[in-house]
Nanobody
């Protein structure tokens, strides 16, 4: 079992920045592909960003490309999401997710069904 705890959400004005953190515990972190997803009220959970288990490859939703950056620190069992130039449409609950299997290839995963473990979420609100 992998436990995930997100932090770093909050209220920010449009154009501002936030950095989300997700600390993993319970099982091996290095080599485990990770992802960030978000869910706005009345909408389905959507992919935001993902990073390979090796940390060498990353992927982003078109809506955040160039503004958000995902990274990981395997020594700290932590994955980050740096969010810049935030827009009101980025308002959502942001969830960290971990894949069940370890993968040391450069693969990352954008489908939420590929992830077995989820955090409780952290609210991000961007005011206009």
């Amino acid at each position: 079992q992998v436990q995930l705890v997100e932090s770093g959400g909050g209220l920010v004005q449009a154009g501002g920045s936030l950095r989300l953190s997700c600390v993993a515990s319970g099982r091996t972190f290095s080599g485990r592909p990770m992802g960030w997803f978000r869910q706005a009220p009345g909408k389905e959970r959507e992919f935001v960003a993902a990073i390979a288990g090796s940390g060498g490859a990353t992927g982003y939703a078109d809506s955040v490309k160039g503004r958000f950056t995902i990274s990981r620190d395997n020594a700290k069992n932590t994955v980050y999401l740096q969010m810049n130039s935030l827009k009101p449409e980025d308002t959502a609950v942001y969830y960290c997710a971990a894949r069940f299997a370890l993968t040391y290839s450069g693969s990352y995963y954008t489908d939420k069904n590929e992830y077995a473990y989820w955090g409780q979420g952290t609210q991000v609100t961007v005011s206009s």
